[in-house]
């Protein structure tokens, strides 16, 4: 636990802790009433409770579009049904911005339904829900489709032979067995669309705000430090609350269900309700998921002289940036991978003695610690990337110009990952045979080496994966510390969506088609290599 923790407490802990200090200490004494002062100013009352009423409906809509689509995932068997799973997955590995963008292409103006109906949604709230159903599909597909399809479908048979309907059956045996995952996948995707940026950021316009868009705006743009601290613990405070839920329904869900492989469960679609359950749930799919990240292609080859490659050429030099940057803009993709890549590292290591460590000690602290990982998933991003500069500015830790500032960010996202996806796994190792192989002389070191890794080296390229994806993706945070000869994917599709011109947002589509096709490469290859179910994600 020694080296995760460290990770941890010098940079998350650390830099949260000091850019709150800078705002809520000043001349060595603590301000706490501005919290009274924030807390009771009308318009941060507004944004908390838009915050949370928007989390609480996109919540809600993504159970209603998603269940069917989990329960078609789970038992039914159809051509191409793997190659499926990975594209509604792609979105949940996109960055925010990204969605944003392919839903600023589908909705706002000179978008498709623009074009075809004269119908803009930009800047509504329509567009925000929609882009966070985009964005959290998956999760409720994997998380609840997951168990649905290890659950033995038998035991619903036995209750209709007793005599049950087919909807009582259904809710008196499947509904509870599921209750655990739905309420996790529930808790998850309240989490990310309660921290949303991105997507609010391009979509909402001035009109609307979540709590981390407050953060940035009070931040990079009105330097008010005082209030961002106030917001930070704010929704820090909701995050923990949120994420001990989760926690719970988690160790719930992991309780005494007895589950088949999940092979022996999907089976054929049979007669006309089950066939056309499928077809509708593809049509959602299709305009859902498809729809938008191909309105996105389209945009991107859509130059002023007709189709075409135009916006990707200009992306070569950065004289047709238009002087957002100071190197060619295609510079970002190879910033962008060598930075993920390195952070895939520091997130696999720093994940994988972690996940170890719970998998070897129980008990409250080892929890404490467990919740610690996940914090960062619902930590303003914002906040973190802004503390990086404040916090890590002198020896010896001066680390502001350093290039490795970027990949110690990602990484902090990516370690949450890396451990739920490497957790179920190392717990399902049976420690009988380290202990057989200590018998036979082997050292701790030379037992992981034997027995352990050759177990979890699938899981652990699918964690790799996982982290590479998400590294790829983050926003909130290298927004801040990405320098401008060094810009990532994300950061800069955000500096081109943020400036006028068609050039500007051609370069912006184009930017987002290739993040959006990296990572939807690495989606296709973790479905190739993860052939069971181990795993939360």
Same mark, same amino acid.
């Given at each position: 636990?020694?080296?995760?923790?460290?990770?941890?407490?010098?940079?998350?802990?650390?830099?949260?802790?000091?850019?709150?200090?800078?705002?809520?200490?000043?001349?060595?004494?603590?301000?706490?009433?501005?919290?009274?002062?924030?807390?009771?100013? =009308?318009?941060?009352?507004?944004?908390?409770?838009?915050?949370? @009423?928007?989390?609480?409906?996109?919540?809600?809509?993504?159970? $209603?579009?998603?269940?069917?689509?989990?329960?078609?995932?789970?038992?039914?068997?159809?051509?191409?049904?793997? !190659?499926?799973?990975?594209?509604?997955?792609?979105?949940?590995?996109?960055?925010?911005?990204?969605?944003?963008?392919?839903?600023?292409?589908?909705?706002?103006?000179?978008?498709?339904?623009?074009?075809?109906?004269?119908?803009?949604?930009?800047?509504?709230?329509?567009?925000?829900?929609?882009?966070?159903?985009?964005?959290?599909?998956?999760?409720?597909?994997?998380?609840?489709?997951?168990?649905?399809?290890?659950?033995?479908?038998?035991?619903?048979?036995?209750?209709?032979?007793?005599?049950?309907?087919?909807?009582?059956?259904?809710?008196?045996?499947?509904?509870?067995?599921?209750?655990?995952?739905?309420?996790?996948?529930?808790?998850?995707?309240?989490?990310?669309?309660?921290?949303?940026?991105?997507?609010?950021?391009?979509?909402?316009?001035?009109?609307? $705000?979540?709590?981390?868009?407050?953060?940035?705006?009070?931040?990079?743009?009105?330097?008010?430090?005082?209030?961002?601290?106030?917001?930070?613990?704010?929704?820090?405070?909701?995050?923990?609350?949120?994420?001990?839920?989760?926690? #719970?329904?988690?160790?719930?869900?992991?309780? %005494?269900?007895?589950?088949?492989?999940?092979?022996?469960?999907?089976?054929?679609?049979?007669?006309?309700?089950? @066939?056309?359950?499928?077809?509708?749930?593809?049509?959602?799919?299709?305009? !859902?998921?498809?729809?938008?990240?191909?309105?996105?292609?389209?945009?991107?080859?859509?130059?002023?002289?007709?189709?075409?490659?135009?916006?990707?050429?200009?992306?070569?030099?950065? $004289?047709?940036?238009?002087?957002?940057?100071?190197?060619?803009?295609?510079?970002?993709? #190879?910033?962008?991978?060598?930075?993920?890549?390195?952070?895939?590292?520091?997130?696999?290591?720093?994940?994988?003695?972690?996940?170890?460590?719970?998998?070897?000690?129980?008990?409250?602290?080892?929890?404490?610690?467990?919740?610690?990982?996940?914090?960062?998933?619902?930590?303003?991003?914002?906040?973190?990337?802004?503390?990086?500069?404040?916090?890590?500015?002198?020896?010896?830790?001066?680390?502001?110009?350093?290039?490795?500032?970027? =990949?110690?960010?990602?990484?902090?996202?990516?370690?949450?990952?890396?451990?739920?996806?490497?957790?179920?796994?190392?717990?399902?190792?049976?420690?009988?045979?380290?202990?057989? %192989?200590?018998?036979?002389?082997?050292?701790?070191?030379? %037992? @992981?080496?034997?027995?352990?890794?050759?177990?979890?080296?699938?899981?652990?390229?699918?964690?790799?994966?996982? %982290?590479? $994806?998400?590294?790829?993706?983050?926003?909130?945070?290298?927004?801040?510390?990405?320098?401008?000869?060094?810009?990532?994917?994300?950061?800069?599709?955000?500096?081109?969506?943020?400036?006028?011109?068609?050039?500007?947002?051609?370069?912006?589509?184009?930017?987002?088609?290739?993040?959006?096709?990296?990572?939807?490469?690495?989606?296709?290859? !973790?479905?190739?290599?993860?052939?069971?179910?181990?795993?939360?994600?």
């Amino acid at each position: 636990m020694a080296v995760p923790a460290a990770f941890f407490a010098l940079f998350f802990i650390y830099p949260v802790a000091a850019i709150v200090a800078r705002g809520l200490r000043v001349d060595g004494q603590w301000r706490l009433g501005r919290f009274g002062e924030v807390l009771t100013d =009308p318009a941060v009352l507004d944004i908390l409770w838009f915050t949370g @009423w928007q989390a609480a409906a996109s919540t809600a809509l993504t159970l $209603a579009v998603a269940l069917p689509g989990a329960y078609v995932f789970a038992r039914f068997a159809f051509p191409g049904k793997r !190659l499926l799973r990975a594209v509604v997955t792609v979105p949940f590995v996109l960055p925010t911005v990204v969605a944003g963008s392919a839903f600023l292409a589908l909705l706002g103006q000179g978008g498709l339904l623009d074009g075809l109906w004269g119908v803009r949604l930009d800047t509504t709230v329509w567009a925000i829900l929609l882009a966070h159903v985009f964005f959290n599909y998956a999760v409720v597909v994997r998380t609840v489709g997951g168990l649905w399809a290890q659950l033995d479908p038998r035991q619903e048979e036995a209750a209709r032979v007793l005599g049950a309907s087919r909807l009582a059956a259904w809710r008196r045996v499947t509904l509870p067995a599921l209750a655990p995952a739905v309420a996790a996948a529930a808790l998850m995707v309240f989490l990310f669309t309660f921290t949303s940026f991105g997507v609010v950021q391009i979509l909402g316009g001035p009109r609307y $705000a979540t709590l981390e868009v407050a953060i940035y705006r009070e931040t990079a743009q009105l330097l008010d430090l005082p209030t961002a601290a106030v917001l930070t613990l704010v929704q820090f405070a909701a995050v923990a609350a949120v994420l001990a839920l989760h926690a #719970w329904t988690v160790r719930r869900r992991e309780g %005494a269900l007895k589950l088949v492989d999940p092979e022996q469960t999907a089976r054929r679609p049979q007669g006309a309700a089950q @066939w056309a359950l499928l077809w509708g749930v593809l049509a959602v799919v299709a305009l !859902l998921i498809l729809l938008p990240l191909g309105v996105l292609v389209e945009r991107s080859l859509d130059a002023p002289g007709g189709y075409g490659l135009d916006y990707y050429r200009a992306l070569q030099s950065a $004289a047709d940036s238009g002087g957002t940057f100071f190197v060619a803009p295609m510079d970002a993709v #190879w910033n962008s991978l060598r930075y993920a890549a390195v952070a895939t590292v520091f997130a696999v290591v720093v994940g994988g003695l972690a996940a170890a460590a719970l998998t070897r000690k129980s008990g409250r602290l080892v929890r404490g610690f467990d919740a610690l990982l996940m914090l960062p998933l619902g930590t303003s991003a914002v906040t973190v990337g802004f503390g990086f500069l404040i916090a890590l500015d002198e020896p010896p830790l001066d680390l502001r110009a350093a290039w490795i500032l970027v =990949p110690l960010a990602q990484a902090l996202v990516g370690v949450p990952f890396v451990v739920r996806t490497m957790l179920p796994v190392l717990r399902a190792v049976d420690h009988r045979l380290r202990e057989a %192989a200590a018998v036979l002389g082997a050292s701790p070191l030379r %037992a @992981w080496r034997e027995v352990d890794l050759p177990l979890v080296a699938r899981a652990l390229g699918v964690a790799a994966g996982f %982290a590479f $994806a998400v590294s790829l993706g983050e926003f909130g945070a290298t927004v801040f510390i990405a320098r401008p000869d060094s810009p990532t994917l994300p950061v800069a599709v955000a500096r081109f969506l943020g400036r006028a011109g068609q050039l500007n947002y051609g370069q912006a589509m184009a930017l987002s088609t290739i993040l959006m096709l990296v990572c939807a490469g690495s989606l296709l290859l !973790l479905e190739r290599i993860r052939t069971d179910r181990s795993g939360e994600f």
